[in-house]
C-alpha cells in the first residue's frame, strides 16, 4: 500500500495555538479530535506548497513566517503516512469558516494537556513546546490506540 503523503501546521499567535475541532466531514477518522490545519498533498507539491495551501483553504490565512519541525509516521497494520509537521507564527488575512470543523485559538497548554486528540499527537506538540530541534517522530498505533513511539531512533 502506498504511504500517504500530509502536512499539519500548527499556526502560533499570543501563546495560543490554532486548533480544528474536527466535527463536520463525515466518515472522518479523527472526528471530534483537535488538532492543527493541514491535508494531502496534491500531485507535484512540495511539503511547503501543500502546507501553505491548506492553511489558506482550512483557515483563510497565508502563512507569511513558518518552520518545519519534524517528520512524523504513522502506521497502523498496512496504512502508513509520513507528515510533515510545521509551527507557523506569521500570517496575514482573516479566518474563514472550515468545511472540517470548528477554528478556535487556544493556550498551548491546554492544546497539549487537555484537549482531546491523537495520543502521539501530544508528543510531538509537547516536543514543539520544547523547541526541539528538527525530529523524526514514528507513531505505531492498532486499532486508533498507540502501541509504540520512537523518537531519533530511540523508543520513548
Same mark, same amino acid.
Not at 483537535?34 to 511547503?48: D, K, L
Given at each position: ?26 466518515? @472522518?477518522?479523527?472526528? @471530534? ?7 494531502? !498533498? ?31 509516521? $504513522? ?8 507528515? !510533515?509537521?510545521?509551527?507557523? @507564527?506569521? !500570517? ?15 493556550? *498551548?497548554? *491546554? ?10 499527537? *501530544?508528543? $510531538? ?8 530541534? $528538527? !525530529?523524526?517522530? *514514528? ?18
Amino acid at each position: 500500500m502506498e504511504p500517504e503523503l500530509t502536512t499539519l501546521c500548527y499556526i502560533e499567535k499570543d501563546g495560543q495555538y490554532l486548533m480544528l475541532h474536527r466535527t463536520k466531514k463525515e466518515n @472522518d477518522p479523527s472526528k @471530534d479530535l483537535w488538532m492543527g490545519v493541514g491535508g494531502h !498533498f496534491e500531485q507535484g507539491e512540495s511539503p511547503e506548497e501543500c502546507v501553505l495551501r491548506e492553511v489558506k483553504e482550512e483557515t483563510g490565512l497565508t502563512l507569511t513566517s513558518w518552520r518545519l519541525c519534524g517528520i512524523v509516521t $504513522f502506521s497502523d497494520g498496512d496504512w502508513y503516512e509520513y507528515m !510533515f509537521l510545521y509551527t507557523a @507564527d506569521g !500570517f496575514t488575512g482573516d479566518l474563514i469558516e472550515c468545511i472540517e470543523g470548528d477554528l478556535v485559538w487556544v493556550d *498551548k497548554e *491546554k492544546a497539549v494537556n487537555e484537549l482531546v486528540s491523537w495520543e502521539g499527537d *501530544k508528543i $510531538f506538540l509537547r516536543l514543539m513546546q520544547e523547541q526541539h530541534p $528538527f !525530529f523524526s517522530l *514514528k507513531l505505531h498505533y492498532e486499532k486508533r490506540q498507540l502501541q509504540s513511539a520512537v523518537l531519533d531512533g530511540q523508543p520513548l
